[in-house]
């Protein structure tokens, strides 16, 4: 049965606050707490539910694992990877108590597993534009394969494994040692259970060969430097059949030339000239989709900022669409002919006299500087 999503579940946006998950929370148990509805099996489902949601969001760790991965990142059930550990802790924590005591076997009793293969990790460099825009990406993975001549047994083409004669297959032998009967992993068959008489040619007894494989993967619109992409099962082949690892793309976007991304938001920096700032008219904006023409009203300042709505980048949680802001530099103008300076001569002489009126910004800046003396000199 799939799990419905936990922010779903509580009736809460991704991006909200904890203190808004607990009073959702709150909200929510009250009305399915079986106290409160004897015998409605429904009700307690749906309480088990918003507990389990409600458990997940409160831990910083887990409502991270989830953000990233959902339901594959906290499920208890998973060993390796994720949080939870089950299994694979509960042999680790014996494996360190008891480890001394019972020598060798790091498991309480029966067989030693065929350890699951391990996790890979790729590291994938983005543009911008890949990243905002998203694609398919053919990777070509160096990994350890389960073997196809002995279909990952180990064992030679029309042999199979036997049964170790030492401990029957149970992978442990009992040693008396006093009073006591102790366990021990079987030094015959290193506690596998099995004996390899005639190992495989290809992979020498391993059941797994090296081998790349190329993948195909879709990479989701709107990821950012840090994500992960997980890919079940494509990891390293596990030990004689043992579960596969998983793969994990790690995503990092390459710094782009015009735009620098926050979050969902673009920034970039367009010059303007002088005459356009004080007149104002349309400038020329890029955007990842191509040049868009943007209005500027007269008088703009140097380094003010224009918003322009839904031109950022799509967010690849939720369906939110990001801003692009622009923000205008104005240039000094370089060059200039004879001319041209002469104009200019000319307009800064009809600015003689009233020169603050056309100036907002030197107009405090000067009566600062003027303030400033006076302190100094009283
Ligand atoms: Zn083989
Ligand atoms: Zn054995």
Do not use: W
Not at 250 to 277: M, T, W
Not at 330 to 343: A, D, F, G, I
């Amino acid at each position: 049965m799939s799990k419905r999503d936990y922010y779903e579940v509580l009736g809460v946006s991704r991006d909200t606050s904890e203190r808004e998950i607990k009073k959702a929370y709150k909200r929510l148990a009250m009305k399915f707490h079986p106290d409160r509805n004897p015998g409605d099996k429904t009700a307690e489902a749906s309480f088990k539910e918003i507990k389990e949601a409600y458990e997940i969001l409160t831990d910083a760790d887990k409502k991270a694992a989830y953000d990233q991965f959902g339901h594959a990142g906290v499920d208890p059930n998973r060993g390796g990877g994720g949080y939870g550990g089950g299994q694979g802790d509960f042999g680790d924590i014996f494996g360190d108590v008891f480890g001394d005591i019972f020598g060798g076997g790091r498991r309480g009793g029966g067989q030693r597993q065929a350890a699951r293969g391990s996790d890979l990790r790729y590291n994938l460099e983005l543009s911008l534009e890949e990243a905002v825009k998203g694609f398919t990406k053919e990777l070509r993975i160096p990994t350890l394969a389960s073997c196809d001549l002995c279909d990952g047994s180990g064992a030679k083409k029309g042999t199979s494994a036997t049964t170790c004669g030492t401990c029957h297959g149970q992978g442990q032998v009992q040693m008396r040692q006093g009073f006591f009967a102790v366990q021990q992993a079987c030094p015959t068959c290193h506690g596998r259970g099995k004996i390899i008489k005639d190992p495989c040619t290809k992979c020498h007894g391993d059941g797994r060969v090296e081998k790349s494989k190329t993948l195909s993967v879709k990479i989701p619109a709107g990821v950012d430097t840090g994500d992960r992409i997980r890919l079940a099962g494509e990891g390293e082949a596990g030990e004689f059949g043992a579960p596969p690892g998983d793969l994990y793309v790690q995503v990092s976007v390459r710094e782009h030339a015009i735009f620098v991304r926050d979050g969902n938001n673009l920034y970039c920096e367009v010059p303007i000239s002088f005459s356009k700032a004080a007149l104002g008219g349309e400038i020329e904006v890029p955007t990842l989709d191509g040049k868009v023409s943007l209005k500027i009203p007269a008088e703009t300042q140097t380094g003010r900022m224009f918003r322009l709505r839904g031109k950022g980048v799509k967010s690849v949680r939720s369906h939110a669409v990001g801003d692009l802001l622009c923000k205008v530099v104005m240039e000094t103008p370089v060059s200039l002919n004879e001319r041209q300076k002469e104009l200019l001569r000319e307009f800064e002489a009809t600015l003689t006299g009233e020169s603050r009126k056309h100036s907002p910004k030197a107009e405090g800046f000067f009566d600062g500087v003027k303030k400033f003396f006076q302190d100094l000199n009283s």
